[in-house]
């Protein structure tokens, strides 16, 4: 089927770039339960995660919270990073004023955490609006304790050749594109890399890559989402997930 990139953003920044302050309340009513994100991302989020009870979990760009909470419900000790001061304040409205936030971003100064605060680090739909990673991931790694697990989820690679034929796939660039949430328009900018720059960046930063999922949407996606998945067994391509951990 044709690739899916729509609704496809996490809550990051890329140097001002990318500023859900202005789209912060339509972005995250759009997001809740939408197929993208309450079918597909957040589920395959989970699940790669696991058993959580009594882990130190770092959420970086949480948004809204959504997972965050989820995580919380099944016992983890959670922990949201965020650069938009709206997107925190809707994450504190569900998880309560007494919630781990603050408003911190990769790419820019330190995360505000000691090394090894954390046993699991999660950054999804957030790498793959910046171009450098490697500072990025090399405070994830440095916040995590050893043996803890970074779990990523991007854009997928190939998306953006079927997407866009007649571009060099091998060459890093930046594209944005253009999105609806909730009536109110918005403009994404990411970043492009091929698989190989990814697996080379994780690698360098000190992580063993653990799994790399194509995952289906969740059980109910079809019922609901018909128009868009109009074949039990069509082809769903969107993300790319990732299960690292720090040696």
Known sequence: MSPMIENSAGSADQAGVNDYDGFAEAYAAETEASLINGYYTRPAILNLAGDVAGRRILDVGCGAGPLLES???????????????KMLDLARQRLGAGAALCQASLGGAPLPFPDGAFDDAIACL????????????????RVLAPGGRLIVAVNHPFVYKLTYPDANYFAPREHSEEYTFSGQNAVLTYWHRPLHAMTDAFTAAGFRIAVISEPHPAPGAHELFPDVLKE?????????FFVLEAV
């Open 71 to 85: 995580l919380r419900d099944q016992g983890a000790i959670v922990t949201g990073v965020d650069p938009s001061v």
């Open 232 to 240: 039990a067994d069509s082809t769903f391509l969107c993300f790319l």
């Open 126 to 141: 957030v790498l793959h609006y910046l171009e450098d990673w490697k500072a990025p991931l090399a405070d994830l790694r």
